[in-house]
T-cell receptor, first 115, second 112 residues
Framework: GAGVSQSPRYKVAKRGQDVALRCDPI?????LFWYQQALGQGPEFLTY????????KSGLPSDRFFAERPEGSVSTLKIQRTQQEDSAVYLC?????????????FGPGTRLTVL | TQLLEQSPQFLSIQEGENLTVYCNSS?????LQWYRQEPGEGPVLLVT?????EVKKLKRLTFQFGDARKDSSLHITAAQPGDTGLYLC????????????FGTGTRLTIIP
């Protein structure tokens, strides 16, 4: 089957615009994660879903960031009133059942550039 | 805050040479994973180590988890141009949360 897909792959936004980033996890995967990767850095955790429940959102940098997964499958990360510091690659990952050492499969990411 | 420091940050060596990348933390992790990331793609899992002192081999790559489960190393023998990429270690805590804490990354370039 297909891997994790993300869209769009590239997004350019003017400062102050709202953006929505989509993640399609591997079918049947229970857990879904969002990470933010700044240029030249390792990814940083943003938020985590188990099915439709958002169990951890401790990594969201501000209340401008919002994520949802209403039907326990596709997820959307929304950033309101984008700022230049939001420029980064946003990675989505999914895992089958969760739990210790369960493999997370990553999508290719969405590169967001805020002008 | 759990931090994972990787060293070196950048490494450029000739094809055929050996190299070691280190991943260190002051925190204990229940598991540690190594990923490789190519430009424009997401990280791809290479290996997961769970037990302190564990050694895993994947062809020319050898991974070791420290006895105290705070550090890890990746050793590559006879490096090839195809090994070029960003190597990331990532730790999973023991707090019932599956989120990964990633290291700072090592960008490896193998010169033919």
């Amino acid at each position: 089957g297909a891997g994790v897909s993300q869209s769009p792959r590239y997004k350019v936004a003017k400062r102050g615009q709202d953006v929505a980033l989509r993640c399609d996890p591997i079918s049947g995967h229970v857990s879904l994660f969002w990470y933010q990767q700044a240029l030249g850095q390792g990814p940083e955790f943003l938020t985590y879903f188990q099915n439709e429940a958002q169990l951890d959102k401790s990594g969201l940098p501000s209340d401008r960031f919002f994520a949802e997964r209403p039907e326990g499958s596709v997820s959307t990360l929304k950033i309101q009133r984008t700022q230049q510091e939001d420029s980064a690659v946003y990675l989505c990952a999914s895992s089958l059942v969760g739990g210790l050492a369960d493999t997370q499969y990553f999508g290719p990411g969405t590169r967001l550039t805020v002008l | 805050t759990q931090l994972l420091e990787q060293s070196p940050q950048f490494l450029s060596i000739q094809e055929g040479e050996n190299l070691t990348v280190y991943c260190n933390s002051s925190s204990v992790f229940s598991s540690l994973q190594w990923y490789r990331q190519e430009p424009g793609e997401g990280p791809v899992l290479l290996v997961t180590v769970v037990t302190g002192g564990e050694v895993k081999k994947l062809k020319r790559l050898t991974f070791q988890f420290g006895d105290a489960r705070k550090d890890s190393s990746l050793h590559i023998t006879a490096a090839q141009p195809g090994d070029t990429g960003l190597y990331l270690c990532a730790g999973e805590s023991n707090f019932g949360n599956e989120k990964l804490t990633f290291g700072t990354g090592t960008r490896l370039t193998i010169i033919p």
